[in-house]
Antibody, heavy 118, light 110 residues
Framework: EVQLVESGGGSVQPGGSLRLSCAAS????????MNWVRQAPGKGLVWVSR????????SYADSVKGRFTISTDNAKNTVYLQMNSLRVEETAVYYC???????????WGQGTTVTVSS | NFMLTQPHSVSESPGKTVTISCTGS????????VQWFQQRPGSAPTTVIY?????PSGVPDRFSGSIDSSSNSATLTISGLKTEDEADYYC??????????FGGGTKLTV
């Protein structure tokens, strides 16, 4: 069974930076996409970014392009989300979610909370 | 920008059947699969339907998904409603740039 464990959340001031991590285990597929999805308090799911298993392809929501960077460390089965110039409105629970490249069966982590406040 | 529109909320009694719609703003459904996620209060989302109508192992067959290409819409149907089905439900697909798009979510009250 796929397990995703997010870490790195916390409190930061507006304009600050955080790096989130998502450690994956228990999956048998060789190729996959890893996504970051966030959910502001009381709001819906919003896609942030995704990366291919080998890091060769990455894409971002327009709202974070140029400020967030997604990366992967295959040796550690870990995906990172470097978040710079954070804004108050980016306060949210950040989830990572994985699916293989042949089947769109998403598996989700439990999320990590990011609070951006002065 | 491609958008997915869901009803804000639906309500139905236990044992009944409910449908939740998800309408695309353009013809993307013809070439992209739709997934449905369930999110109970205080919990992470889980997948109840993937690739339009596939059910993950462990999801009861009371959950089903369908696509109507003519109206560019997807539908999640839950039959024999149980109180444990009370949750937020999100549809998800992709735009023409292969970016992930979520619907706004539907709150199901049983």
């Amino acid at each position: 069974e796929v397990q995703l464990v997010e870490s790195g959340g916390g409190s930061v001031q507006p304009g600050g930076s955080l790096r989130l991590s998502c450690a994956a285990s228990g999956f048998t597929f060789r190729t996959y996409w890893m996504n970051w999805v966030r959910q502001a308090p009381g709001k819906g799911l919003v896609w942030v970014s995704r990366i291919s298993f080998d890091g060769s392809s990455a894409s971002y929501a327009d709202s974070v392009k140029g400020r967030f960077t997604i990366s992967t460390d295959n040796a550690k089965n870990t995906v990172y989300l470097q978040m710079n110039s954070l804004r108050v409105e980016e306060t949210a629970v950040y989830y990572c979610a994985i699916h293989d490249t042949t089947h769109l069966l998403w598996a989700w982590g439990q999320g990590t909370t990011v609070t951006v406040s002065s | 920008n491609f958008m997915l529109t869901q009803p804000h909320s639906v309500s139905e009694s236990p044992g009944k059947t409910v449908t939740i719609s998800c309408t695309g703003s353009s013809g993307s459904f013809a070439s992209n699969y739709v997934q449905w996620f369930q999110q109970r209060p205080g919990s992470a989302p889980t997948t109840v339907i993937y690739e339009d109508h596939q059910r993950p192992s462990g999801v009861p067959d009371r959950f089903s998904g369908s696509i109507d290409s003519s109206s560019n819409s997807a539908t999640l149907t839950i039959s024999g409603l149980k109180t444990e089905d009370e949750a937020d439900y999100y549809c998800q697909s992709y735009d023409t740039s292969n970016h992930v798009v979520f619907g706004g979510g539907t709150k199901l009250t049983v």
